[in-house]
């Protein structure tokens, strides 16, 4: 499987509202990161959706290391 691009080493800070979805990009190319943008298209990536439970920040991962998808696990530290 191919690795997914780095788009950033520190995570996304992203004010989510409750019930909203939002797609995160797990191949790292898109240029509105932390979501999809298409730019994966041709490639063996897949954006993944998630629905906030809350209004809050979360963490969504920029190096697309996460084992926590798609939120940060702190995965960049060690890259």
Known sequence: MTKPVIAS???YPVEVQAGQKYFWCACGKSAKQP????????????????TADADKTLYFCGCKHTGK???????????
């Not at 979501?35 to 954006?47: E, L, V």
């Not at 939120?71 to 060690?78: I, K, R, Y």
């Open 9 to 11: 080493k520190t995570p």
């Open 35 to 50: 979501f999809c943008d298409g730019s994966h298209q041709g490639s063996d990536f897949t954006p993944l959706p998630f």
């Open 69 to 79: 998808a798609p939120l940060c696990d702190g995965s960049h530290a060690g890259l």
